[in-house]
């Protein structure tokens, strides 16, 4: 019971959220001119709304659910309520592949979360391999995982640091910011990132296996070393679309979860998909804020989401010490 009034507070915050974010900005229809509008087509307004405000809904509805979703399934595997995919370092992996191989291929654009997925998984593999010793520490984890972050973050800014042209455009695509989406970089992440999610929440099964100790989880003949590869994979996927198209976001994967225990409780039967809507209404409220605050200037918001994130990340960090 407590489960579904959960989810239902959920969902109707974030269509909330979803009608703010659409009626608010420079220009405002009332609910009935916006709908006739759509369908019509011949209101010039509505058609700046329909081409502005639209895409960077989608685009933050559905980075916020597969950066959510990513971190519920990192903290799966890594057995570390601390993993999140930019604390670990794949954020900062898959945007650095991203921008070097759309610098050096502009025609290849609409592939970006395909090059960001390699560079994800790369520095997923360096933290999994330079942390593992005998099993997984999770102070040392998150230690591995922010010195690949600051690697890779120091090489994407050294590749900026160039000042071309065409780097300084190009690197447009992968700026933390979610202003100016088209429906282009709309359908990138719908396709990518709505497919990674609805595999992830076939994964809710693996995942309450997977935070048991390994002992346990053999004797129950679970492959433990192929289930850890393909879930890591699917949160991989994830996370690079995200940052792909939306650019670095840190400490939402970390949040979203963290709350999700709190509220539902650890099952990811429940939690994958309150992660997925959690996320999106976060990054859509966060975005909106961002936005409207100081209008007409901007807040990114990925600032928003540090700002939020650094102290919850001092807090889980003192809570798990004790």
């Known amino acids: 019971m407590k489960s579904i009034l959960v989810f239902g507070i959920t969902i109707l915050c974030f269509l909330g959220v979803l009608y703010w974010a659409v009626m608010s900005g420079s220009i405002q229809v009332s609910l009935p001119r916006l709908l006739e509008g759509i369908f019509s087509g011949v209101d010039d307004e509505v058609n700046v709304i329909y081409d502005l405000r639209f895409p960077r809904i989608i685009v933050a509805s559905l980075a916020g659910a597969a950066l959510a979703v990513s971190g519920a399934l990192l903290q799966a595997v890594m057995r570390n309520p601390l993993a999140d995919a930019s604390i670990i370092g794949i954020s900062s992996g898959a945007n650095f592949t991203a921008l070097l191989a759309v610098t050096i291929f502009p025609q290849l654009f609409f592939y970006m979360p395909l090059f960001a997925f390699i560079g994800g998984l790369v520095a997923c593999g360096l933290v999994f391999s330079l942390s593992w010793k005998g099993g997984l520490s999770p102070m040392k984890l998150i230690l591995v995982g922010v010195a690949i972050h600051a690697t890779f973050t120091g090489l994407s800014e050294a590749f900026n640091y160039r000042g071309s042209y065409s780097v300084t455009s190009i690197s447009a695509a992968t700026t933390s910011t979610l202003s100016m989406k088209t429906w282009s970089e709309a359908n990138l992440i719908l396709l990518y990132g709505g497919l990674a999610i609805l595999v992830a929440m076939w994964l809710f099964h693996w995942c309450n296996l997977l935070v048991l100790d390994d002992r346990t989880t053999s004797s129950l003949g679970l492959p433990i070393l192929r289930v850890r590869v393909i879930v890591s994979v699917v949160a991989v996927v994830l996370a690079a679309t995200a940052t792909a198209v939306a650019g670095v976001i840190a400490f939402l994967g970390l949040l979203i979860p963290h709350i999700g225990r709190q509220l539902i409780g650890s099952d990811y039967k429940l939690l994958l998909p309150f992660s997925a809507i959690s996320g999106a209404l976060l990054l859509v409220l966060a ?27 001092i807090f889980l960090l003192r809570k798990s010490g004790q």
């Open 287 to 313: 975005d909106t804020i961002g936005r409207t605050v100081l209008a007409p200037n901007e807040i990114p918001a990925s600032i928003l989401m540090s700002v939020i994130g650094g102290p919850f990340l």
